[in-house]
């Protein structure tokens, strides 16, 4: 069990900057490969980006690749995502979530255990 709590979102206007951060409750955090999600109204939950155990392998959709980073710090249970040269289509819920297995499927939400409850990003243009 791991609890998330996202904070970070906000207003900000297309080409601005946000940092999103969750934070992890208990004492296993490294244990968990975590990723950040996102969905729009009636859209599909969307993968944004994953990282590992040790913070060594990243993943970025397509849609992010240049502009997101996803990073964490072990030591303070929290994982973040730099959002650079944001765009009216990076609006959302984005949500943090934690993947415990080594099972595949980085980019689906299924493979994620445990999900935060949201932080909104509104970018306008």
């Known amino acids: 069990q791991v609890q998330l709590v996202e904070s970070g979102g906000g207003l900000v206007q297309a080409g601005g900057s946000l940092r999103l951060s969750c934070a992890a409750s208990g004492r296993t955090f490294s244990n968990y490969n975590m990723g950040w999600f996102r969905q729009a109204p009636g859209k599909e939950r969307e993968f944004v980006a994953r990282?590992?155990?040790?913070?060594?392998?990243?993943y970025y959709a397509d849609s992010v690749k240049g502009r997101f980073t996803i990073s964490r710090d072990n030591a303070k249970n929290t994982v973040y995502l730099q959002m650079n040269n944001l765009k009216p289509e990076d609006t959302a819920v984005y949500y943090c979530a934690a993947d415990r297995s080594n099972r595949g499927g980085y980019g689906t939400p299924q493979t994620y255990d445990y999900w935060g409850q949201g932080t909104q990003v509104t970018v306008s243009s």
């Open positions: 990282i590992s155990r040790s913070g060594g392998s990243t």
